[in-house]
């Protein structure tokens, strides 16, 4: 009993230390300037505050702070459509594949997954800086479609999800390694790269270093570096806090949005993707 008290007590503080920076953001943006910094801590606004809050930050530059939520939007989309892709290309290949070299490329690639994306963001910028594709939209995604974490899991789920026996049914058939790839490969793996776009759409859109260290135009920026920018002008000018909190608030929406839309595609169970006759 007293386990469970522990136990109990322990997911309470964790809740409640994940939640209290959320509920401040959202009490935050309910505040005027003026209230903000006047006002207790998570006491709300009821005067309108988030509404004027919305109005000066969509008023704020001819309202490019849409145009940082599009831009996040388009690098998480793209990247994480094809980062995905890639994934389940590299992993279905892993796991179904006998070639030399493939115990090596599969540990490099789990390497890959300890090494911190903090130590790549120079050196990708250095190399891309070559080419003359820094300041670019591509040069933001490029780093970003390969994902060893995800080839890792699709490497998993495709080995329990897609059936030796399927595979050789197909080629009995005729069918050419692509095809098998396409209709079956992709089919039985879809729940799994629905979690694999998922994660990789929230890395995206969080990223805040390598698009901080790759462009210099502010049209370009997403809206982590975005909201950064406005918050180092908001030392000067302190109303901006206001528009940055609200910011903040506003660019959760999406990734809340679609995590809401695909957990109904999750499976708990890695087989759950393969068809039994």
Known sequence: ????????IGLVLGAVYTLAPTLWIVIAATKSPAELFSTSTYLPSFTGGLVTNIEDLTSYQD????????????YALVGGVVASLVSAAAGYALAKYEFFGRKVIFNTILAGVLLPQIVLAIPQYLLLSKVGMTDTFIGVLLPQLFNPYGIYLCRIYAAASVPDSML???????AGEFRLFTSIGLRLMAPGLVTVFLLQFIVIWNNFLLPFVMLTSDTQFPVTVGLYSLLRHGAAEASLYSLVITGTLLSVLPVIALFLALQRYWRIDLVSGSVKQ
């Open 168 to 174: 050789e049914a197909g080629r009995l058939d005729g």
């Open 1 to 8: 009993m007293r386990r469970v008290n522990l136990a109990t």
């Open 63 to 74: 309202g490019i702070f849409w145009r940082w939520m599009l831009n996040s939007f388009l």
